[in-house]
T-cell receptor, first 117, second 113 residues
Framework: AQKITQTQPGMFVQEKEAVTLDCTYD???????LFWYKQPSSGEMIFLIY??????QNATEGRYSLNFQKARKSANLVISASQLGDSAMYFC??????????????FGTGTLLAVQP | EAGVVQSPRYKIIEKKQPVAFWCNPI?????LYWYLQNLGQGPELLIR????????DSQLPKDRFSAERLKGVDSTLKIQPAELGDSAVYLC???????????FGPGTRLTVT
């Protein structure tokens, strides 16, 4: 069975500093995808970044980067130069093998990030 | 381009009453998902549609929950009768096809009293 674990219920970071949100996963699939979503208080899940299991380089999207360590089964999100608007809930998610029957997203329990001025 | 639209945004009902949620996916997106998000948890898939066909509804409590996507575009999720434990956020998402990125709507926050 697939599982996502986020061990940090909440995190604080000072504005303009970098922060790392932890995510570990468990799967027996050889091919899978890892995602990070941001959920502000408005409720919408906003896609941030994607990493494929066969991608050789870590994914980056602007201030977001994904520190993918396949052997350790971790996919940590790094936010550089934090902004007040980054305060939100962050979810790590996994998708099973592309084209397979179980193509649903499995989410972790989330990390609440608070950016302090 | 308009995103995923959901209505209502908030709904308060008494237990044993019926309730329905509506979702309009991004234009051209063939795959539609309904997720349930309990407080303090990540979303969990209830049902997935490929066009008008429900291809994964294993997590949908079929005794009280039903869903439809008659023309392969917008979708309705219904609960009848609602129970106190159904209080949660119901998220709709869509993707261009099965394996592509999912885009979420703002959700409907249901409170059952």
């Amino acid at each position: 069975a697939q599982k996502i674990t986020q061990t940090q219920p909440g995190m604080f970071v000072q504005e303009k500093e970098a922060v790392t949100l932890d995510c570990t996963y468990d799967t027996s699939d050889q091919s899978y995808g890892l995602f990070w979503y941001k959920q502000p208080s408005s409720g919408e899940m906003i896609f941030l970044i994607y990493q494929g299991s066969y991608d050789e380089q870590n994914a980056t999207e602007g201030r977001y980067s994904l520190n993918f360590q396949k052997a350790r089964k971790s996919a940590n999100l790094v936010i550089s130069a934090s902004q007040l608007g980054d305060s939100a809930m962050y979810f790590c998610a996994m998708r099973g093998r592309y084209g397979g029957a179980t193509n649903k997203l499995i989410f972790g329990t989330g990390t609440l990030l608070a950016v302090q001025p | 381009e308009a995103g995923v639209v959901q209505s209502p945004r908030y709904k308060i009902i008494e237990k044993k009453q019926p309730v329905a949620f509506w979702c309009n996916p991004i234009s051209g997106h063939n795959t539609l998902y309904w997720y349930l998000q309990n407080l303090g948890q990540g979303p969990e898939l209830l049902i997935r549609y490929e066009n008008e066909e429900a291809v994964d509804d294993s997590q949908l409590p079929k005794d009280r929950f039903s869903a439809e996507r008659l023309k392969g575009v917008d979708s309705t999720l219904k609960i009848q009768p609602a129970e106190l434990g159904d209080s949660a956020v119901y998220l709709c998402a869509s993707s261009l096809e099965r394996g592509s990125e999912q885009y979420f709507g703002p959700g409907t926050r249901l409170t059952v009293t």
